[in-house]
T-cell receptor
């Protein structure tokens, strides 16, 4: 079974631009979560989508948004990029059959975003 | 207060020896799950092991075992017979039932370097 894929793997943008990152989950997985990883803040939860609905959201400004399609693929968008948005963005998928406590999240390779 | 604390920022371990990575957590939710992930320099997060708050036995997965001490709120990862390929960042993470859906809260990580 193919793993979680993320595109693009690397991205360079300038301040003020917007960016869209894509994530394809493992086949059969309906939950997709996004995380931001930076040296200063570590790994932080952005949001989770399940069956095309946002089920959970982290503490990030409204510039960060996402969506999920009927095939469970997900995109996240960051508008009006700031230098501090430079990070590794990780997507994870899970089956999410239950409460989430035991649902192992499997991660993709990440998209490394650099904002100049 | 930090929900997940990993007090060892980095450590060296001799090849073929065992190593213990510390993780303490803080939650008032009686239902939670604890995960360990490995992140090599490539960036992808690799799931290693899971422990549920109601699990009576310590989890084991191959060379990985979790020393779960619920009263002390600790979930230390033990890697036996270290290999050079074990060199990576290791993250402890938690999910809580009160947080709807999947939301992993991560610790700051421990960098492990295995010496030949």
């Amino acid at each position: 079974k193919a793993g979680v894929t993320q595109t693009p793997r690397y991205l360079i943008k300038t301040r003020g631009q917007q960016v869209t990152l894509s994530c394809s989950p493992i086949s059969g997985h309906r939950s997709v979560s996004w995380y931001q990883q930076t040296p200063g803040q570590g790994l932080q939860f952005l949001f989770e989508y399940f069956s095309e609905t946002q089920r959970n959201k982290g503490n990030f400004p409204g510039r960060f948004s996402g969506r999920q399609f009927s095939n469970s693929r997900s995109e996240m968008n960051v508008s009006t990029l700031e230098l501090g948005d430079s990070a590794l963005y990780l997507c994870a998928s899970s089956t999410s059959r239950g409460t989430g406590l035991t649902d192992t999240q499997y991660f993709g390779p990440g998209t490394r975003l650099t904002v100049l | 207060a930090q929900k997940i604390t990993q007090t060892q920022p980095g450590m060296f371990v001799q090849e073929k020896e065992a190593v213990t990575l510390d993780c303490t957590y803080d939650t008032s939710d009686p239902s939670y799950g604890l995960f360990w992930y490995k992140q090599p320099s490539s960036g992808e997060m690799i799931f290693l092991i899971y422990q549920g708050s109601y699990d009576q036995q310590n989890a084991t997965e191959g060379r990985y075992s979790l020393n779960f001490q619920k009263a002390r709120k600790s979930a230390n990862l033990v890697i036996s017979a270290s290999q050079l390929g074990d060199s990576a960042m290791y993250f402890c993470a938690m999910t809580e039932r009160k947080a709807a859906g999947n939301k992993l809260t991560f610790g700051g990580g421990t960098r492990v370097l295995v010496k030949p």
